[in-house]
T-cell receptor, first 115, second 115 residues
Framework: AQSVTQLDSQVPVFEEAPVELRCNYS??????LFWYVQYPNQGLQLLLK??????LVKGINGFEAEFNKSQTSFHLRKPSVHISDTAEYFC?????????????FGKGTHLIIQP | DVKVTQSSRYLVKRTGEKVFLECVQD?????MFWYRQDPGLGLRLIYF???????EKGDIPEGYSVSREKKERFSLILESASTNQTSMYLC??????????????FGPGTRLTVL
């Protein structure tokens, strides 16, 4: 069984400051890792994903994440946030077996950008 | 672009009613999923389908059923709606297999209120 922990339910940050949203996972098998963003009253949109290869993954809107296998982490970062980044962010995992199983999500982190 | 559409953005039903939530995708994806999203709980998998007429229970299937008669359409059914099924429901689809195909594409969600 897999699980995802997002340690912070809310992260307030001033505009133009850097931000890191934390994600840790546990799994008995190798996994794929994802970050999704949900803007108010919208569905989920993929920010970035780690499948294999380089552990530093770049996504849309200036976000990046680093896969750390030894720490079982996949933290999301942005060097300078904007008001428009206010949203809910979800970390998710799926196993590499290629089965049809759905993603396992964390409980989400609400990023609040303060002017 | 992959498009996943859901029949309603907002829905209000009464306790005991039979409720149908419809999801359609236009990219010939084999796999389709239904999640519910609740504050503080993230997204939880209700049911998934890996092909037409195939279905598997997710983590919280109780009180729900599904139907997949055509590849592009995946329906979630609440046989007798209850107030604890008030939630946001998200549909997703994905190509079958592993690797790059592992990304799920989400619809905009249906916010269901059961009175």
């Amino acid at each position: 069984a897999q699980s995802v922990t997002q340690l912070d339910s809310q992260v307030p940050v001033f505009e133009e400051a850097p931000v890191e949203l934390r994600c840790n996972y546990s799994s008995s098998v190798s996994v794929y890792l994802f970050w999704y963003v949900q803007y108010p009253n919208q569905g989920l949109q993929l920010l970035l994903k780690y499948l294999s290869g380089s552990t530093l993954v770049k996504g849309i809107n200036g976000f990046e994440a680093e896969f750390n296998k030894s720490q079982t982490s996949f933290h999301l970062r942005k060097p300078s946030v904007h008001i428009s980044d206010t949203a809910e962010y979800f970390c998710a995992v799926s196993d590499r077996g290629g089965g049809a199983d759905g993603l396992t999500f964390g409980k989400g982190t609400h990023l609040i950008i303060q002017p | 672009d992959v498009k996943v559409t859901q029949s309603s953005r907002y829905l209000v039903k009464r306790t005991g009613e039979k409720v149908f939530l419809e999801c359609v995708q236009d990219m010939d994806h084999e796999n389709m999923f239904w999640y519910r999203q609740d504050p503080g709980l993230g997204l939880r998998l209700i049911y998934f389908s890996y092909d037409v007429k195939m279905k598997e229970k997710g983590d919280i299937p109780e009180g729900y059923s599904v139907s997949r008669e055509k590849k592009e359409r995946f329906s979630l059914i609440l046989e007798s709606a209850s107030t604890n099924q008030t939630s946001m429901y998200l549909c997703a689809s994905r190509l079958a297999g592993a690797g790059e195909n592992n990304e799920q594409f989400f619809g905009p969600g249906t916010r269901l209120t059961v009175l």
